[in-house]
C-alpha cells in the first residue's frame, strides 16, 4: 500500500486553534497539491486500481474453460443416424471438427456404431492431445462413449514414430498381435497389462486395412474387468479402439460390446 509522505505534505505546523481561516485554506491547497504530485509520481496506482475493476466484468469470460470439442450431455440417438447394416445401433463417424488430431490430419477419419442411449464423454484436456498438436510424442485419447448399465468406448492414437521407425508402416510392419499389444496394453486397461491377461489374438482384413483383434480379461484395470480392443496402422498413427466393462455390463451387453469392436474401421 502507498504511503504518503506527511512532512512534505503539511510544510505549515497547525500548532494552534487560533490560527486564521485564511491558514487553513493555504493548508488544506498545500495539501491538494502535493497529493496530486504524489500520486502523478508513483504512476497513478488509483487509476490502475479503476481499471482493474473496469476488467473485473470480463475475468469470467477469460477464465472460463471452454468445454471440450462436441462432447454431448444426450443420448447419442438424438444427433447421430442409425447405423445402415443394423438399425438398432446409431452409427459414429468422425470429422476433422471431432478432434484436433483429425484437422491436423494426424489420424484418418474412423467410424463405428453405438446403442443409441450411449453418451459421448467428455475428454480431459491433458489427455486429449490437444495440448501437443500436430506432433506428440504420447499416445492420446481422441473421444469416448459411455453407458452405465453397458460399459464404454474410447479411441487411442499413438504415434507411429513410437512403435517403429519406419515411415507410414502398416500394422504388419510393427511386429506380432502379442508385440504391438505389450506396447500399448497399459492404453488399454489405465495402468498395467500383465501378458496372462491376454486371453485372445485375431487378425482382421478389411479391403487394404489389417486390424489387430484382441481379448483381455483384466481383473485390475481402471478400465473395467472386460477389455476389447481392435487396432489398425494408417499414415503416421496407431489407432486403438478399446471396448470395456465391468462384470455386471459384461453379463449383460456381452454381444452389444462385441458387435461394437466389431464395426471399427479406419
Known amino acids: 500500500m ?6 512534505s505534505i503539511f510544510p505549515l505546523t497547525l500548532s494552534s486553534s487560533s490560527s486564521s481561516s485564511s491558514s487553513k485554506v493555504s493548508t488544506f491547497h498545500a495539501f491538494r497539491a502535493s497529493t496530486s504530485e504524489y500520486v502523478s509520481s508513483q504512476h497513478t496506482p488509483r487509476r490502475e486500481f479503476l481499471k482493474g475493476l473496469a476488467l473485473m466484468p470480463l475475468l469470467p469470460l477469460v477464465l472460463r474453460e471452454p468445454p471440450p470439442s462436441h462432447a454431448r450431455e444426450v443420448e447419442v440417438g438424438s444427433f447421430l443416424p442409425p447405423s445402415p447394416s443394423d438399425p438398432s445401433f446409431v452409427l459414429f463417424t468422425a ?3 471431432d478432434t484436433p488430431a483429425l484437422r491436423a490430419g494426424n489420424v484418418q477419419p474412423y467410424k463405428f456404431i453405438l446403442p443409441p442411449t450411449w453418451k459421448q ?3 480431459a484436456n491433458i489427455l486429449s492431445g490437444n495440448y501437443c498438436q500436430p506432433k506428440c510424442a504420447e499416445p492420446w485419447v481422441e473421444v469416448k462413449f459411455e453407458d452405465e448399465k453397458q460399459g464404454k468406448v474410447q479411441v487411442v492414437a499413438s504415434p507411429l514414430i513410437r512403435l517403429t521407425n519406419k515411415p507410414n508402416a502398416t500394422i504388419e510392419d510393427i511386429g506380432s498381435p502379442e508385440k504391438l499389444i505389450a506396447s500399448l496394453g497399459p492404453f488399454v486397461t ?3 497389462l500383465d501378458p496372462e491377461e491376454l486371453l485372445e489374438t485375431s487378425v482382421e482384413k478389411l479391403g487394404d486395412q489389417t486390424y489387430y483383434k484382441y481379448v483381455l480379461e483384466t481383473p485390475y484395470a481402471l478400465t473395467g474387468t472386460h477389455n476389447l480392443a481392435k487396432a ?3 499414415g503416421n498413427t496407431v489407432v486403438l479402439f478399446v471396448v470395456s466393462a465391468s462384470d455386471k455390463q459384461w453379463q449383460t451387453s456381452e454381444e452389444t ?10
Open 257 to 266: 460390446l462385441k458387435a461394437v469392436l466389431d464395426s471399427f474401421q479406419v
Open 95 to 97: 470429422s476433422p471438427k
Open 190 to 192: 489405465g495402468n498395467t
Open 232 to 234: 489398425t496402422a494408417k
Open 121 to 123: 464423454a467428455r475428454v
Open 2 to 7: 502507498a504511503t504518503f509522505p506527511f512532512t
